[in-house]
């Protein structure tokens, strides 16, 4: 019998299967068989992007799990310490394309709950973050397999019915962008570990651990990517912290799936707590709570800074200062030089700017263009956005669906009929908008006089583009231009074939984005690729989908060991002569 065989026999409990150069040890606190040893976690690769083509499996599939999810009524608890939790207050839920149909309800928290799913989640904590860290490693990879199989089709549906996505950019976030967050998560976390200091000078060993942070972190989540909404709570949660997770009440019908999923994968009772309540609600209890460590958030711009300053009045209730990531808001741009591609920038501009209705950070919401090429460009964008189909989601043959509520749709079709009657800009396509069915804004195309047009500054967060032509010889004063119209810097892109063009452009707005692109669109970015984040007023730049992010949610501890230790205080310089 090989020696593999002969301890899995000694502990017939364990799990069997080699996975590392170790020995079993007994835990004291539980006295659970562990399993010791340095260990190497599967490598990372991107989530392969489904088609949903006519005849493919992938397109049945997901349709089968629409007309599911629209034939039934969910009813959604919130998640704490384990527990379904149901209230008096139920909040029913519409898909933003057809407000008119019921998908269900969620049960509305309050104060109580938001202390509630802390003290859960405090209680989680010890053994939580005591768990080895292979074990939540573990976990986290088995998430990512099981909306990669089973859940795939669940998930995307519930994106596309609550969030009003397409079917394909469903699948790049529900499926693909959150399967590759988890991977390459796991993989980050397992580098962290093994960076140690390179020095142990004879005598000496000196090692590093990463601690999680002391106390509970805060998830707070946006309703425009489900896979931002998953990363939040769980890349805080793989470095061994405990979660209390508040979605976007646009986002909960999906939030409720990866909350199935988690559980499903093994996340213990009490790790991640999902509560459902407003901002305020939460924020009175969660930042003025002593064991407050951390909140990593994705939203407005105006939220995180009062989040921010909140947090600065009560610094000193804490045990510890709160780590603060955000990711923010963004005025994204692409700028067309006189040499780019006529084709190539058209085809970056508008998807660039529609895709997802606008409603992505990175979308493109201002660009420039070059007045050599703006007849040839304009006729282009104008075709592709009068060649648009927009409905409903369950029609995969709609390019646009429905902006997230009716909210939203107010204030764009506020900038809509301003712009009309605003003698510094024309509409060149789309301008209109219908909500009776659901909350349909026709992509918009600004062309504004000015460069400090109101569109070309404010962030509106749908589907308006406003583009500024400038004068061919004017190149490098447009730069600067973009560089400080606004105080955002997230994403953004130039297109050009000379090349001193393009390092021209990458040097004068290198703090003007977080991600650049050059002749491509300014979305898209892909986790193990391009980390995502922005500075300025887009937020902390702790580029999600990197090592970066993982490493604000631990603490580290330096240990020094002495093997034969001095036993005399006095140095060989005391010494007389």
Not at 238 to 262: C, D, H, R
Not at 405 to 416: C, P, Q, R, T
Not at 467 to 495: M, P
Not at 527 to 546: E, H, I, L, M, Y
Request: aromatic letters at 12%; glycine letters at 8%.
């Amino acid at each position: 019998m090989d020696l593999w065989r002969m301890t899995a026999d000694w502990f017939p409990n364990k799990l069997q299967g080699p996975t590392g150069f170790g020995s079993f040890v007994t835990s004291h606190k539980k006295n659970e068989i562990m399993l010791k040893g340095f260990f190497n976690v599967p490598e990372p690769v991107n989530e392969p992007v489904l088609s949903y083509a006519v005849g493919s499996k992938e397109r049945k599939l997901l349709k089968e799990a629409l007309k599911v999810a629209l034939e039934q009524k969910a009813d959604i608890p919130m998640y704490i310490g384990g527990k379904e939790v149901r209230t008096d207050k139920r909040v029913s839920i519409h898909p933003p394309h057809q407000h008119g149909h019921e998908l269900g309800h969620y049960h509305e928290g309050d104060k109580s709950h938001v202390q509630a799913a802390i003290d859960a989640a405090l209680d989680a904590k010890e053994d939580w973050e005591n768990l080895p860290w292979e074990e939540r490693a573990a976990i986290f990879l088995k998430a990512a397999d099981l909306i990669a199989g089973p859940f795939r089709y669940k998930l995307n549906a519930a994106t596309m019915l609550g969030q009003s996505k397409n079917a394909f950019q469903a699948e790049i976030d529900s499926a693909c962008e959150i399967i590759d967050f988890l991977r390459f998560n796991v993989k980050y976390m397992s580098e962290i570990y093994m960076q140690q200091p390179p020095v142990s000078p004879r005598g000496n060993w000196n090692r590093v651990e990463q601690r999680p942070l002391e106390g509970f972190v805060f998830a707070l989540t946006p309703f425009n990517f489900t896979a931002i909404a998953g990363n939040l709570p769980t890349s805080a949660a793989m470095m061994g912290n405990v979660v209390v997770w508040k979605p976007a009440n646009t986002q909960i019908y999906s939030a409720n799936v990866l909350m199935e999923v988690f559980r499903a994968a093994g996340v213990p009772a009490g790790v991640i707590n999902l509560v459902y309540v407003d901002g305020p609600t939460a924020g009175d209890v969660i930042f003025k709570h002593p064991d407050f460590a951390g909140i990593h958030f994705t939203g407005s711009t105006a939220v995180f800074q009062n989040i921010w300053k909140t947090i600065g009045e009560n610094i000193h209730r804490y045990r510890t200062y709160p780590r603060i990531v955000g990711e923010t808001g963004g005025k994204d741009f692409i700028v067309v030089h006189r040499s780019a591609d006529i084709k190539a920038a058209a085809t970056a501009i508008v998807r660039g700017a529609f895709e997802y209705q606008g409603q992505k950070c990175s979308a493109a919401s201002r660009v420039y263009i070059p007045q050599s090429l703006w007849p040839e460009l304009k006729e282009l964008i104008v075709a592709d956005v009068e060649s648009f189909k927009i409905g409903p989601t369950d029609d995969f043959s709609n390019f646009i669906n429905a902006v997230i509520d009716e909210k939203s749709f107010d204030k764009l079709a506020k900038y809509i009929d301003a712009a009309k009657q605003d003698a510094d800009a024309e509409i060149i396509a789309g301008g209109t908008y219908d909500k009776r069915e659901g909350y349909y804004i026709h992509p918009t195309v600004i062309q504004a006089k000015r460069a400090d047009y109101v569109t070309m500054c404010e962030e509106l967060f749908g589907p308006v583009l406003t583009v500024y032509v400038y004068a061919d010889d004017e190149w490098e004063n447009t730069l600067k231009v973009i560089d400080g119209t606004s105080i955002y810097a997230l994403t953004g892109a130039v297109i050009a074939q000379d090349r001193y063009a393009i390092s021209q452009a990458t040097h004068v707005l290198r703090n003007a984005a977080g991600n650049f692109y050059i002749n491509d669109k300014c979305t898209g970015a892909v986790v193990g690729q391009q980390p995502f984040g922005g500075a300025r007023g887009s937020g902390t730049n702790d580029k999600a989908g990197s090592m970066v992010n993982l490493l604000r949610w631990v603490s580290p501890r330096t240990i020094k060991e002495t093997f034969d230790p001095p036993v005399d205080y006095r140095y060989p310089f005391l010494e007389q002569e």
